[in-house]
């Protein structure tokens, strides 16, 4: 199958291209602009935020892993991503579907990464669900207090750490020991959890990306019914 990014016309690529570069250095208002001219000229948000965003991060990963790029820089950069998904923030949310279920969604207790997490957000609300985001640094008690509160039927736990994944796994076992995880499907993701890690922790499933995130929601949706 022809890779996606082949059939954009070379302009939009260097669109593409320039706002990954934009990003990268952590200038907001030129990555924002881009999203708007975007838009303009007809891109889906999905398009803007594979190309534009989320590549240009990976690259920021990258290289902030080869110790290329340090915190403050990585930070700008995350500042500006956040800055851009405002703008896209209502064409993901405001879809006018009717709501489906409530959500609760979090990053776990010692992790302040929280990019992906809104965008799964964002893109429940859009798909109809009522979410309850809880932010970051999320400990079990907030998670089970929260599923009571709104009683919601799915929950989203995300991990960027390879030291904080394990804590999906104790919010599990309280799941279990209060009673709720019959009633709560429970769906994680993030950059270090596979699909194995998922299964051995007992979750319901592992979402690669936010739109993994939305079909397994709507299908765990259907199935209750
Ligand atoms: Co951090 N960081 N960071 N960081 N940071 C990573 C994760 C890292 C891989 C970078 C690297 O070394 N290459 C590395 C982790 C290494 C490891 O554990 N294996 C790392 C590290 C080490 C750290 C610190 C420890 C650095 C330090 O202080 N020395 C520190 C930890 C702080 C803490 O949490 N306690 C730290 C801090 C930061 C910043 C604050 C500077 C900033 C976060 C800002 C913020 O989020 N507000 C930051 C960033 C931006 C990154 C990278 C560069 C980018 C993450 C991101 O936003 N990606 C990241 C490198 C990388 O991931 N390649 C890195 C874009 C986002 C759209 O993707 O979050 O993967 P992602 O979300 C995807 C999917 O994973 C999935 O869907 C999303 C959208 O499609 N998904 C879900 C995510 N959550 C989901 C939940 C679901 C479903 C799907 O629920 C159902």
Known sequence: ???????????????????????????????????????????????????????????????FGAGVLFVPEVLRAANAMKAT?????PLLVETGVPRIG????GTVKGDIHDIGKNLVAMMWEGAGFEVINLGTNVDADKFINALREHRASLLGMSALLTTTMPYMGTVMER???????????V???????NEAFAEDIGADAYCKDAAEAVTAARAFVALSR
């Open 187 to 193: 769906l994680v993701g993030g950059a270090p959890l």
């Open 102 to 105: 409530t959500a609760v969604i």
């Open 1 to 63: 199958m022809a890779d996606p990014w082949d059939t954009l016309s070379p302009e939009l690529q260097r669109h593409y291209e320039n706002m990954q570069d934009d990003l990268y250095d952590g200038l907001g208002q030129p990555v924002v602009r881009a999203t708007r001219q975007a838009l303009e000229r007809g891109q889906p948000p999905a398009n803007i935020l594979a190309y534009g965003l989320v590549a240009g991060m990976d690259v920021v990963g990258k290289d």
């Open 175 to 185: 799941l279990r020991a209060e009673g709720l995880r019959e009633k709560v499907k």
């Open 85 to 89: 998904m405002e703008v896209l923030r």
